[in-house]
């Protein structure tokens, strides 16, 4: 054994005992650096292969047991069980002494652990940047995840100055890919396609077993183990100073985005991280310039202002998020773009893909567009901002640093908020578990109450208006501004004095989305919702508190390590393991079927991450079970996750995909879902896919947004309040007012002598609480929740969603309280 392989893993037993629930690959005899082609019998990145996640696993394995650069750490298992992990790639001392560097790394994170300044200029002088580079977290953006062994192998073997200082002065985190049975689903599927029609087409299913392309869209709420495992590994861990999460988007526009990103910036972000943010962008963008890479935008389409994603989810935790989106091939088969097709791509930022604009200088001249022009982008891409890191070192230790201890200052005025309140008895303790469990596995802080407290909470209503005083609307959370009152022993506080204040901010505080129309007067999308209050969308009361009359010793607080102390002070059962604790909250038992379609449909895949999350049965009922019918023999309620009428009817298009995947319930399906109604079944719709149901049951209800134009009405995902009559049992022990979440939703009129029973209207007045509502008499007072009956039947209508991303638990009830009451229509 080389010497240098026993002190690796000297260090590896060290590193083992000290921070334990991991797990390394096997070490063996030293041998020589594989190359992935050595090993995959390809090169990464050639057209028409792909390596599958045992590949990719396999890959890493043996170059940790082969490279003294390279350490490989299981992280746990995804949702389907395959293992998650990240590659550590830096210099062989390093590498030697990664529990020293994380060490650095959490006093830099926490500046309440430095004590002295001698202290502090010992860990800029001796901590390395840490970077964590994430390739494909989706799966069908396939390239990067082949592209991480190359990336892996070159700074592994790279003897060049320029890559031994990079490795001096960086630690590399390096993620394959965040969705092993993503990679999978798309290598099997790319397989068994290849050489037939459908080669290089998307697999029609979801390529996350919940959340498909939502996959992305969950870091805040941290509901899937991927999300999970990751957060843990960067924000309780590691604290990397720079995130790069690879991407591709669609083919016919530029062949590579990369920051500075476009307008609106969230406000709750540094100034000095977005400036960073730009500085590396532009590095990355001048070097695929001088590499004679053409086609590179900045300053476009993607912007800041949502929450959830894996390069926003850095800001809040002090760090640079930086995103590259490279045009797709088809998978990993070559594509021809036209000059028309580029000509007609137009976005956000650029007029089209043909026009050299300052943020656009050098068009793409059109012609073939292959997965290896992806690949070297992309480590053009990761080599600069490693680069970046290593030459920069000092100045990003040094920032993220200030930017923790600035937030650790004190509110500077008198009103300010200082913190946020959980109070103690609030009837929604899952709700609240779950709320404060996702705070702390993001790494804020929360305290109980060991002893009452003495505070003033904050008028938390917010009137908005435009830049001419004209009023938008109201967001309004809590209650209004109090006197001194007492908040009792058990309640729970998020201080705003904490490294990640802006983290809490932006999740308890509305959002305010600025009016943004184009030149014609239509709403400018947003690149994803525009509102997300976290406390709101779980129906949870969270004031925000200006004053405690109780100084800080006074206070008598104990910081939650884990949600499960907040399960046993709300006597809840505790999780174990990775199973859902939650009690399946069912009245009595009911035969639930959910629809999932041959179309994949990430509201569907929420709706099952719901049901399984609240332990409640059910069973997906595909196409073919719909077209077969006999529904009442097996269901006493069937749900349609939200989806658009003629992709549940029609489904996949013959001839897009294999003939097995084509079709949806067609009209035998529509008649067999008539005949369940009308035989006392109960369908319950979401959203979109109630307009398939009012349609084709011709129910006497109208959606009175249908058609309407973005300059009229615009609600991109934002949270709006529901005027609720709780008499109905459907409403049953929820408030009168109750948030909801409205995402390009639905809102419904009934004909006059029509026999419906409205469950909830849109609220008659201040609608909006958080995101960006244009046009807000559109909504007030329409039908946000009602139940129709139908022969023996009912039929369930929700306009908005009820389990959007699995993050709106406010009105989660709305669905128990229905399928609860379903076998009393059966047995009618
Ligand atoms: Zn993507």
Redesign the pocket.
Known sequence: MQSHRLIKYLALILYLTAFSATSFAQRSAPESIPSPKSVLGFTPGDDRTIAGWSQITDYFERLDRASDRVLVQTLGQSTLKRPMIVAFISARDNILALPKYKEIQQQLADPRKVTQDLQRDRLFANGKTVVAISCS??ST?IVASQMSMQLAYELATAQDAETREILQNTILLLIPSPNPDGIDIVANWYRKTLGTPYEGREPPELYHHYAG?DD?RDWFMLNLKETQLITRLLWHDWFPQIVYDV???GSNGSRFFIPPFYDPPNPNISPVLLRQVGLIGHKVAADLQAAGFKGVLTNALYDTWWHGGFRTAPYFHNSIGILS?AASARLMTPSTVTTEQLARSSTRGMRNATEAMTNFPDPWPAGEWRPRDIMNMEMIAARSILEMASKFRGEYLRNFYELGRENLKQPPNKGDTVAYLIPAGQARDEAVAKLIGSLIDQGVEVFRLDHELHVVLRSQILQRTNPAGEKLGTYKIGGSLSAMQEVPAGSYIVFLTQPQRYNVVALFEPQIYPNRLTPLGEAERPYDVAGWTLPLQMGVDAPAVVTIRETANERKLTLLRDANEVRADLALPLKKGDESPIKNPLKQAVRVGIYKGSVGNMDEGWTRFVFDTFNVPYTSIRDVDMRKGGLNSKFDAVIFPSQAATQIINGNAAGTVPAEYAGGISEAGVKNLKEFVNNGGMLVCFDNACDMAIKEFNLPLRNTLEGVKSSEFYCPGSIVALDVDNKHPIAALLPESLPAYFINSSAFTAAADANVRVIARYAKENVLLSGWLLGEDKLRGQIALTEVGVGKGRVVLFGFRPQHRGQSWATLPFIWNALSSATAATSE
């Open positions: 977290i989706h953006e392309h992305n991407h591709q988007q989106e």
